[in-house]
């Protein structure tokens, strides 16, 4: 658990265009997803936690294909697993979780996979970062009344 901040302005419309040139992708190996985190102010414990984060849930077919048929640096048991419900061609909408065993991240390889204190600390904290990513100030944007909807 983190204490959001409150106070805080948010953007009363919201750019496809923007977001798909500074939001990472689910294509990116590595080292550009170091860089796009970089390019945010963020570091690769960020990296880690945040993507940590992701590795709990499901996933359409469509975002890992590439991966699981063509990365050499993929652990050959997981992407097999993957393939049999996700084939080679056609159907984008099959879901499949990131990890089967949701206790073991996927992308921790450091101390943090072996202490979820440890892991929940970090995400803690790159929470923070990174919604303290360029606010808005001034009169830019609205104090929202529900955070769910403009005002």
Known sequence: MWKVQLGRRDSTTASR????SVLPSASMD???????????????????ALS????????QCGIFRNRIYNATNIDPAFAK???????????????????PTPARLTLHTSKTCLNPEA????????MIKMGNIK????????????CGKVN
């Open 81 to 99: 697993e993957r393939r049999a419900t996700c084939p080679r061609v056609g159907i984008n909408a099959n879901l499949a979780p990131f990890d």
């Open 135 to 146: 606010p808005l100030t001034g009169k830019k944007g609205q104090i929202r009344v529900n």
């Open 119 to 126: 892991f929940w600390d970090d995400f803690a904290k790159s």
């Open 30 to 48: 590595l080292p550009a997803l170091i860089n796009n985190f970089k390019n945010q102010g963020l570091n690769p414990r960020d990296l880690l």
């Open 17 to 20: 265009t923007l977001a798909d």
């Open 52 to 59: 940590g984060g992701h590795t709990i849930g499901l996933s």
